[in-house]
């Protein structure tokens, strides 16, 4: 039992380069969850997914796309990556429910040059 | 001015002593969440309250919820519970979103 699980976990890209984060899950888990951490700052949501096929914008989202084609997948995509795109990016999931906990992949870290 | 706020931002301490780490919240919220963030980077739940107090091994976390206030403890502290100790609310409006807060930096000297 992986939990959720994040590749890669680093990278680095040249501004304009794009990529694709993916995370999995073999939880059953309905929600899904992309957040970015930056110094001194909280960790910052930037999609979420409450089911397959479905998506939705949190706080920081520009620059950013995503899909959950698969329950168990959640893709994060940067189409023309840049500098301000620097970060340690962590996906998350969590069963249905406004109390349950989320459980976190390892981190990917980000440079982009 | 953020909706989750920590204090201290950074704390320092020697193996043994009595920890308190605090959490003020500004919305109304179904639960808070206590996570730790290890040095490697990983992070895990501690603590899920909607009220009172919970106990965990050395780890205690209590929640007012009148005074928008929660408290995490850790009594006789190790260098192994150096981490980052983070705050998370989940607000009555967007029940399928945490807030964080920025997080406590906690280093135990032996």
């Known amino acids: 039992n992986a939990g959720v699980t994040q590749t890669p976990k680093f990278r680095v890209l040249k501004t304009g380069q794009s990529m694709t984060l993916l995370c999995a899950q073999d939880m059953n888990h309905e929600y899904m969850y992309w957040y970015r951490q930056d110094p001194g700052m909280g960790l910052r949501l930037i999609h979420y997914?409450?089911?397959?096929?479905?998506?939705a914008k949190g706080e920081v989202p520009d620059g950013y796309n995503v899909s959950r084609l698969k329950k168990q997948n959640f893709l994060l995509g940067l189409e023309s990556a840049a500098p301000s795109q620097t970060s340690v990016y962590f996906c998350?999931?969590?069963?249905?429910?406004?109390?349950?906990?989320?459980?976190f992949g390892a981190g990917t870290r980000l440079s982009v040059l | 001015k953020n909706e989750v706020e920590q204090s201290p931002q950074n704390l320092t301490a020697q193996e043994g002593e009595f920890i308190t780490i605090n959490c003020s919240y500004s919305v109304g919220i179904s639960a808070l969440h206590w996570l730790q963030q290890h040095p490697g980077g990983g992070i895990v739940s501690l603590f899920m309250l909607s009220s009172g107090k919970k106990k965990h091994g050395r780890l205690i976390a209590t929640i007012n919820i009148q005074e928008k206030h929660s408290s995490l403890h850790i009594t006789a502290s190790h260098p192994r519970d150096s981490a980052v100790y983070i705050c998370a609310v989940r607000s009555l409006q967007g029940a399928q979103k945490l807030v964080f807060g920025q997080g406590t930096r906690l280093t135990i000297n032996p």
């Open positions: 998350a999931s969590s069963t249905r429910g406004a109390k349950n906990i989320q459980y």
């Open positions: 997914s409450v089911g397959e096929g479905t998506t």
